[in-house]
């Protein structure tokens, strides 16, 4: 007796095309990713990838989603109990993120694909990815590891320092011949000894 037919929950189809996105997006790179493409990849119908995400955008918007939240599971470190080691951790994960994932990292943030609005989603998450590097800066303050501050403030200055050196690293720019991983260790090390020496805001 044939048995009966069952049909692939909506989610499960919703997680295969975003795997499928993805991989196009780490073979092609941005421009790669099209509603056609994706569908290739997943072996569906370009129809099933726009009753899913609506449009390009939809499906952009879903990337994104799963690279800020692969940012923040990056740069938590709950079992580093010092203030200052694990701010330098939560750095290192930080560069060995946007390293690993290189095709994300420029998605997320060099505008390879411009994005006209944030989903509600997509911008609970990158703050949620942001407020994780403020729990490590509010963390540092209350140990005594850093000087006191206004906590976003501080995290923005750390945040841009560590992502214009992946940045450049990931993009080949950097002039000077000494070991990358070496490089960015000084940098995090400076940074947080700087942080703990006094606040980063500048003198009005």
């Given at each position: 007796?044939e048995?009966?037919r069952?049909?692939?929950?909506?989610?499960?189809?919703?997680?295969?095309?975003?795997e499928?996105?993805?991989?196009?997006?780490?073979?092609?790179?941005?421009?790669?990713?099209?509603?056609?493409?994706?569908?290739?990849?997943?072996?569906?119908a370009?129809?099933?990838?726009?009753?899913?995400?609506?449009?390009?955008?939809?499906l952009?918007?879903?990337?994104?989603?799963?690279?800020f939240?692969?940012?923040?599971?990056?740069?938590?470190?709950?079992?580093?109990?010092?203030?200052?080691?694990?701010?330098?951790?939560?750095?290192?994960?930080?560069?060995?993120?946007?390293?690993?994932?290189?095709?994300h990292?420029?998605?997320?943030?060099e505008?390879?694909?411009?994005?006209?609005e944030?989903?509600?989603?997509?911008?609970?998450?990158?703050?949620?990815?942001?407020?994780?590097?403020?729990?490590?800066?509010?963390?540092?303050?209350?140990a005594?590891?850093?000087?006191?501050?206004?906590p976003?403030?501080?995290?923005?200055?750390?945040?841009?320092?560590?992502?214009g050196?992946?940045s450049?690293?990931?993009?080949?720019?950097?002039?000077?011949?000494?070991?990358?991983?070496?490089?960015?260790?000084?940098?995090?090390?400076?940074?947080?000894?700087?942080?703990?020496?006094g606040?980063?805001?500048?003198?009005?």
């Amino acid at each position: 007796m044939e048995k009966p037919r069952t049909r692939t929950p909506s989610r499960d189809i919703h997680a295969a095309l975003i795997e499928a996105a993805e991989a196009v997006l780490i073979r092609e790179g941005a421009d790669g990713v099209t509603i056609r493409a994706v569908a290739a990849e997943a072996g569906v119908a370009p129809m099933g990838v726009y009753n899913r995400f609506g449009n390009k955008d939809g499906l952009i918007d879903a990337l994104l989603i799963r690279g800020f939240s692969g940012l923040r599971d990056a740069v938590d470190t709950p079992g580093v109990a010092d203030a200052a080691e694990r701010l330098r951790q939560s750095g290192r994960n930080y560069r060995r993120f946007g390293l690993e994932n290189p095709q994300h990292y420029a998605l997320m943030f060099e505008g390879v694909i411009p994005v006209a609005e944030f989903s509600e989603e997509l911008t609970q998450v990158s703050a949620a990815a942001f407020g994780g590097l403020v729990a490590h800066v509010d963390y540092a303050m209350a140990a005594g590891a850093i000087a006191q501050d206004e906590p976003h403030r501080v995290a923005q200055v750390v945040w841009s320092a560590v992502h214009g050196a992946v940045s450049l690293e990931i993009h080949g720019h950097c002039p000077v011949m000494i070991d990358p991983d070496q490089a960015y260790e000084t940098l995090i090390h400076v940074l947080v000894a700087g942080l703990a020496e006094g606040s980063p805001t500048a003198p009005s």
